[in-house]
């Protein structure tokens, strides 16, 4: 809840006049709770778990012509039953793992120091902010990750996440309880790290999960305006771990690339694509989003 009776209180604290944007959130945040804010997150989540991944189930039963030629693993297909008990699932899990983790998790927000009143950061503070928060999330993740494919870690928790061995969007966040509860630290230490505004908090929780379900899409489009962000991965990058599933050692970055490749656990993907490459000059052409080559990979890995 912020401080001022009035939009003139507020501008005499801060010395100026409000901007626009800064007008339109003591309008909206003058009279609620922090707590209430911070449980925007719910419905951010739910909306969009629920509906980015919807133009991905359309193109999976339509198969329409060209982003057909876009999907990654061609021969394997699901059918909207089968996507809408994958959604089923993540809602479960939503209504009684993540939701409520949101809910008791504010205090925790608190302590870091997320804040909700004026000044609004400006744009370069927000980029800035949510580059460190993708970057922590992605090394961390990417450790945890490593360890959620040893024996014990597959076999009793990871396991679940590879039940889509071709992802689709609804699956990115399905996955074993207690991984939703692990993977929620790596999306925690970046605001811990930098804590900025309750805006900028918003766009993170949501972007990593829009990004999460792009890398889950089963479809590498030409388009895709990520194919401009360096060293990030994509549904290519993401989609080759599927496949290989739990005899997985390779690309286990959540959004870059950069730590598969310092760390050597891109060698069974470089190598599969270097594959393709010589049966595209070969053969001809092959179809963007080709079946993968299994006894290629396992010899590679």
Same mark, same amino acid.
């Not at 929780?205 to 895709?224: C, K, M, V």
């Not at 991965?233 to 310092?262: K, L, M, P, R, W």
């Given at each position: 809840?912020?401080?001022?009776?009035?939009?003139?209180?507020?501008?005499?604290?801060?010395?100026?006049?409000?901007?626009?944007?800064?007008?339109?959130?003591?309008?909206?945040?003058?009279?609620?709770?922090?707590?209430?804010?911070? #449980?925007?997150?719910?419905?951010?989540?739910?909306?969009?778990?629920?509906?980015?991944?919807?133009?991905?189930?359309?193109?999976?039963?339509?198969?329409?012509?060209?982003?057909?030629?876009?999907?990654?693993?061609?021969?394997?297909?699901?059918?909207?039953?089968?996507?809408?008990? #994958?959604?089923?699932?993540?809602?479960?899990?939503?209504?009684?793992?993540?939701?409520?983790?949101?809910?008791?998790?504010?205090?925790?927000?608190?302590?870091?120091?997320?804040?909700? +009143?004026?000044?609004?950061?400006?744009?370069?503070?927000?980029?800035?902010?949510?580059?460190?928060?993708?970057?922590?999330?992605?090394?961390?993740?990417?450790?945890?990750?490593?360890?959620?494919?040893?024996?014990?870690?597959?076999?009793?928790?990871?396991?679940?996440?590879?039940?889509?061995?071709?992802?689709?969007?609804?699956?990115?966040?399905?996955?074993?309880?207690?991984?939703?509860?692990?993977? +929620?630290?790596?999306?925690?230490? +970046?605001?811990?790290?930098?804590?900025?505004?309750?805006?900028?908090?918003?766009?993170?929780?949501?972007?990593?999960q829009i990004e999460a379900i792009d890398t889950h899409s089963g479809y590498d489009f030409p388009w895709?305006?990520? /194919?401009?962000?360096?060293?990030?991965?994509?549904?290519?990058?993401?989609?080759?771990?599927?496949?290989?599933?739990?005899?997985?050692?390779?690309?286990?970055?959540?959004?870059?690339?950069? #730590?598969?490749?310092?760390?050597?656990?891109?060698?069974?993907?470089?190598?599969? /694509?270097?594959?393709?490459?010589?049966?595209?000059?070969?053969?001809?052409?092959?179809?963007? +989003?080709?079946?993968?080559?299994?006894?290629?990979?396992?010899?590679?890995?």
């Amino acid at each position: 809840m912020l401080p001022y009776n009035s939009l003139q209180e507020a501008e005499i604290s801060l010395g100026r006049n409000l901007t626009f944007a800064e007008t339109l959130w003591f309008n909206y945040s003058a009279t609620k709770s922090d707590y209430f804010l911070f #449980c925007h997150n719910i419905l951010f989540l739910f909306l969009i778990f629920s509906l980015v991944p919807l133009p991905l189930v359309f193109l999976e039963i339509k198969r329409l012509y060209p982003f057909d030629s876009y999907k990654i693993q061609p021969k394997v297909r699901l059918s909207l039953n089968e996507m809408l008990n #994958c959604y089923k699932d993540v809602m479960f899990m939503f209504f009684f793992v993540v939701g409520p983790l949101q809910l008791v998790s504010y205090p925790s927000i608190k302590m870091i120091g997320i804040r909700s +009143g004026l000044p609004l950061p400006s744009g370069w503070e927000i980029l800035s902010q949510l580059l460190v928060y993708f970057l922590v999330e992605d090394y961390t993740n990417y450790w945890i990750h490593r360890f959620l494919h040893n024996k014990w870690g597959y076999e009793k928790i990871h396991r679940v996440h590879h039940e889509y061995q071709a992802p689709i969007g609804f699956a990115a966040p399905y996955a074993h309880w207690a991984e939703i509860l692990i993977l +929620g630290i790596p999306s925690f230490l +970046g605001p811990a790290m930098v804590p900025g505004h309750m805006i900028t908090f918003w766009l993170w929780i949501a972007l990593r999960q829009i990004e999460a379900i792009d890398t889950h899409s089963g479809y590498d489009f030409p388009w895709n305006p990520t /194919k401009y962000i360096p060293f990030y991965g994509g549904a290519e990058h993401h989609d080759y771990h599927h496949y290989v599933g739990g005899q997985s050692h390779s690309n286990f970055a959540s959004v870059f690339t950069y #730590c598969d490749y310092i760390y050597g656990t891109d060698k069974g993907f470089r190598y599969q /694509k270097k594959i393709l490459r010589t049966e595209d000059l070969t053969n001809g052409a092959v179809q963007n +989003g080709g079946s993968y080559n299994a006894q290629d990979i396992y010899k590679s890995e």
